[in-house]
């Protein structure tokens, strides 16, 4: 809490209670969006044109429909959709996402498998999309109309426009084929093999095993597809930080603050992020939940064996479980990033905290 | 606050750096196993490691690895088997009983000696799991009948056997291993998810980590009683086409399967460049069932459409490399047409073929899937291309993709008005080609029903029975002559297989059924 910088009035013990209050709030409301997230990827992956029996099974299977009969069975395929979905809950209640028709392995551990990956690379993505953004926008709000300002625009404009999968293209002819800066596909080079998985994120569990070779493999790896992804969320970031910073440097207050001859850090960290941030939350928040989009193109390109890679197989193999286990995924990350923006908000804005 | 988080972050900080510093003393151990390492992009077709259930390329590369058949295929020659497993076969003149003997002192990763009762075991389960690949021993009842003799017997001549054996999805499983991790030999059969971790077989590799959508890693078996593979390690990679040329091309990997003719011209010298015509055979098909149309049913639209197609246009487009298919039966294969037989095109003939059936501008629905492609060529442009020679004869063509999962069903329930679709040998022998037949696989794809064409259905028998390479030759030739002729199929081209090495890989052979079998692959 920053307790430090609000009005001096001494706040009670009790402040903590306001948020905790609304962190259960929010809990709550998320477990029932959390549900929502589950009818809605039920739904819709059985909306799907094509039966997965024939996708999954071989023809000669298919032909005998004792075969066919048990198939179904096996996978509760032959019951009644509503209660497919109730066994469906039920399971996932008890952190049973299923099993993958493909696989033959739990869909969670399919998961632990493929999230991590993707993780690596959407916060290695976030990182850098926040520390640049940011700085960017603050770097153009600063030289507002100058050179910095109009190189900056053109940046950000090319980071919203562009589409991912084009970039990413083009990214690893540049830096990997022509400059031959940058490491080839996946996360690590092939010959290295990977280090024991602990956590799962590539960087991490080199650095725990104490192998600097793959860890330095791992980081290199990420760099040009961490940068595709956060191209966008930087050209977001960066415009809506530069008018948020614009719109604060023009309040009275901040006039007061150079009047009285604070120090230009002092005004910039003290007085006008701090107010700028709350716009650039928001935006920051959506953002983030896009990415997880992009990794799906991204990941194609760079051979990423993470959970876009594991979706689209699922969804072209018709792998029901598995692409309800993806679905729910995402609307959980979602649902978490919601959570946190709303949060700050909190601990950034006072005003917001009791409501 | 600040200070509080500060303090935070630099504790962490300084906890990582012991942590790392701490392990970094063990770190001096090599990477494992320190020998040589291949790298192999392909776009994954992969379903499963359990060779009962393989039948997929890229799980037929890992099958060919991992286990080890009966009879197999001297490098790219599939014109005759060769012994592994077994050191001689005989097939009975009839062509209803095939012996073979096993080779003595081959045994599995484990240590344990490949068995008759192995051979049995993992060939039934094969038939009676019905996985994908069953239909590879229809009838087949395989006993053993000595201590290292087995018997496969046929209810009918089944001359192709021993062209059917190589098949890596027919791999010799340790019956012992499987059985303790739930395989039967029947549809209740558990042992999948076993199989697609660890390896219970003979074959040169083991699986070192198998993942369906992003890689397979392949070591060495260190009790392997054959020559030692030249690599320790292969890895398997899903890779984007466009991502596997500048891969191979920067050193960042040693092998591109699945490059277009387009990606591979202009490759610098440095890489080794294969382009042989595939054994996958693309074709169009008409459906025969007047409820599906009334169109495509007229014997003089299928013969439009024959004359209409620009078979060198399509060439041009699936790259050098590639043929015109004469026949179903591609031209690796015993019984393939000569080149010169192909159909040839003729606009006016196709025109007045049309006019002689009674059809003035007829519109035709022609599916197809839109994200599969055959040796780096994709459906779509081949069907513009169609589209465009079909215009130009009178025929309306209306083009229908659709996700490979969603025109499958339409394709295999035989509701496609016209398909391009097309089909690879499941094993390299001639009678695989009947499924083209009235009433087969393929033919009822076409709804084409048994009896719908006596004439083709008797050379077909005919073909089926025939005994001796000669004879069989001749009969496949004129099963196809007479499909060619009056079938519901209209044979395009065998597209190139484009496979681009690093100067260093030596030994590579595009191989029609498992595409490349790492264990030959040499270093220079």
Known sequence: ?355 | MATRSQTAAVLLAGALTLAACGSGGTSRTPASGGGKTLVIDTSFDLKTADPGRTYEPTGLIVGKAVYETLLTFDGADVTEPVPALAESYELAEDGKTLTLQLKQGATFADGSPVTADDVVFSLTRVRDMKGTPSFLLDGVEVAKTGDSTITLTSEAPNPALPYILPNPALGIINSKVAKQHGATADAQDKAEQYLNANSAGSGPYQIESFNLSSQVVLKSNPKYYGAKPAYDKVVIRNVEAATQKLNVQRGDSQVALNLSGDQVTGMPPTLQVKKTASANVIFLLANQDSAISRTTTNPKFVEAVRKGVDYAGLLELAGEGSTQAPGVIPSQLLGALPADQGAKRDVAGAKAALAAGGLSNPTVKLEYPTELTVNGLSFQPLAERIQANLKEVGITVDLQPAPVSTALDNYRNGKEEMGLWYWGPDYPDPSDYLAFLPGKTVGLRAGWKPGAAKEIEEAGEKAAAAIGDDARKEAFADVQTKLNASGPFIPLIQPSQNIVTAGSVTGLDYHPVWTVDVADLGVK
């Open chain 1, 1 to 355: 809490m920053p307790d430090k910088e609000d009005p001096p009035a001494p706040r009670p013990r009790r402040v903590a209670h306001p948020l905790a209050r609304f962190l259960i709030r929010r809990l709550l409301l998320a477990v029932l969006m959390a549900w929502g997230i589950t009818l809605v990827t039920f739904v819709l992956t059985n909306l799907v044109p094509g039966d997965p029996v024939a996708a999954n099974l071989g023809q000669r299977a298919l032909g005998d429909p004792a075969i066919v009969a048990q198939w179904r069975a096996e996978h509760g395929l032959d019951k009644p959709l509503w209660q497919q979905y109730l066994i469906h809950l039920q399971g996932l209640v008890q952190g049973d996402l299923g099993t993958s028709q493909q696989s033959h392995r739990p869909v969670a551990q399919d998961l632990a498998e493929y999230v991590p990956a993707t993780l690596e690379l959407a916060g290695a993505a976030i990182l850098v999309s926040l520390v640049l953004g940011v700085a960017f926008g603050v770097v153009a709000a600063l030289r507002r109309d100058r050179l910095p300002d109009h190189a900056l625009r053109v940046l950000s404009l090319v980071g919203i426009s562009v589409p991912t999968f084009w970039l990413a293209l083009v990214a690893f002819y540049v830096f990997f084929y022509r400059l031959q800066l940058t490491p080839g596909s996946g996360r690590v080079d092939a010959a290295l093999g990977s280090a024991p998985p602990v956590t799962g994120l590539q960087t991490v569990d080199a650095l725990l095993a104490g192998r600097w070779d793959i860890f330095s493999s791992a980081a290199g790896h990420l760099v040009t597809p961490a940068l595709v992804l956060a191209l966008y969320t930087i050209g977001l970031l960066t415009r809506f930080t530069r008018s948020a910073v614009l719109e604060v440097l023009g309040q009275d207050y901040v006039r007061a603050a150079r009047a009285k001859g604070l120090p230009g850090r002092t005004i910039l960290f003290r007085y006008v992020l701090r107010s700028a941030l709350v716009p650039i939350i928001t935006v920051a928040g959506l953002a983030f939940g896009s990415l997880l989009s992009g990794t799906v193109l991204v990941e194609a390109i760079f051979a990423w064996p993470g959970i876009g890679q594991y979706a689209y197989k699922s969804a072209t193999t018709l792998d029901l479980p598995a692409v309800m286990g993806v679905g729910l995924v995402v609307g959980v990350v979602y649902l978490v990033i919601n959570l946190i923006v709303d949060v700050l908000y909190g601990v950034i804005d006072p005003r917001v905290r009791l409501q």
